[in-house]
């Protein structure tokens, strides 16, 4: 069967991509375990040296998501799956609309026309956020079934193509799961556009020996997920039963809710006796804005029923990422 990965020579997209090259296998449209054979990694950019953990079976190719044909020329076999993390990221998407609902909406929108016209229902797994949520009225602790109401240009997109998962499955255009992540840590390279981007930065900056400007307050909480798990996590979300999932596609996958100072606190107590960069709290009112308006808990009753993973701690993701990049 085929693989394909929308956003797949980003970070989470290359660990996706190497974990199932390792797996070999997953659930074909028509139920049974399928080996794979070819493995896409669609992006806007790709790598100019081919990443050295790619075999045979892995394609590399540059384009535009919200260029239609060129997605529908991605999803060209009956026998496929799609995992569709393609999007802009929050504080860019924020910063500019149009090219939020360029790339996130009509995006989305092209992968779930592409699957569709398919002579089968594909298993499709699109990358959601827990940015779904927001709003005045948002509870203290929202779960899988909290009301939606986002308060950013990137939530919004993603709260869209949730309800288009639902239907497009209900229709029975493709076998369609809504991952909701939390914040991805601990991404390695340089910072992104993301208004989470400096948690990553806060574990990351400091282990090299370098300085980290924080742009929130200490107090400042944060849902987060290691790497580890979230590509667990989508993995098995494409494997659940679809009966499991019933009418409502979407799962917010497990996390942590911690403030900065707890991340701090997990930093020192994993670095032991490396010596740190300096951690400085230099306030970006944009960005704080951003976060106070994300949810400050989740639960995920849901994920756990289904068997997705979750890091015994938040120290233990640190280590994770020490041991698989420093």
């Not at 590509?231 to 497990?254: N, Q, Y």
């Not at 100072?261 to 009112?285: H, N, T, W, Y």
Request: glycine share 10%; charged share 25%.
């Amino acid at each position: 069967m085929k693989v394909v990965i929308t956003g797949g020579t980003g970070f989470v997209g290359q660990r996706l991509a190497q974990a199932l090259l390792q797996r070999g296998k997953l659930t074909a449209p028509g139920g049974g375990q399928e080996a794979i054979d070819e493995l896409l990694l669609f992006d806007v950019v790709i790598p100019a040296k081919r990443p050295a953990w790619a075999d045979e079976r892995v394609i590399l190719r540059a384009g535009d998501i919200s260029d239609s044909a060129a997605v529908a020329a991605l999803i060209d076999r009956d026998d496929v799956s799609v995992f569709h993390l393609a999007s802009v990221v929050s504080g860019g998407g924020e910063k500019d609309f149009d090219l939020a609902i360029r790339v996130n909406l009509t995006g989305g929108l092209n992968v779930f026309e592409a699957c569709r016209a398919r002579a089968c229902q594909p298993r499709l797994v699109f990358a959601s956020s827990i940015a779904v949520f927001g709003g005045s009225t948002m509870a203290p602790v929202v779960g899988d079934h909290a009301k939606q109401t986002p308060q950013t240009t990137y939530g919004a997109t993603k709260a869209i193509c949730e309800l288009l998962v639902n239907d497009y499955t209900r229709k029975g255009f493709f076998d369609g799961r809504s991952a909701r992540l939390p914040t991805v840590i601990v991404r390695p390279g340089k910072p992104n556009a993301a208004a989470s981007s400096f948690v990553s930065g806060l574990f990351r900056e400091p282990l090299n020996g370098e300085v980290c400007r924080i742009p929130v307050s200490e107090d400042t909480v944060m849902p987060l997920l290691g790497y580890r798990s979230i590509v667990g996590g989508l993995i098995a979300l494409h494997e659940a039963e679809s009966a499991a999932l019933g009418d409502d596609r979407a799962v917010s996958l497990p996390s942590f809710t911690v403030t900065v100072r707890d991340m701090i606190d997990s930093l020192k107590r994993v670095a032991g006796a490396r010596k740190l960069g300096e951690i400085v709290f230099q306030p970006d009112p944009f960005i704080q804005r951003i976060c106070d308006g994300w949810p400050r808990d989740a639960s995920y009753e849901r994920a756990t029923k289904l068997g997705l993973p979750r890091d015994a701690s938040l120290d233990a993701i640190v280590e994770n990422y020490i041991e698989d990049f420093l």
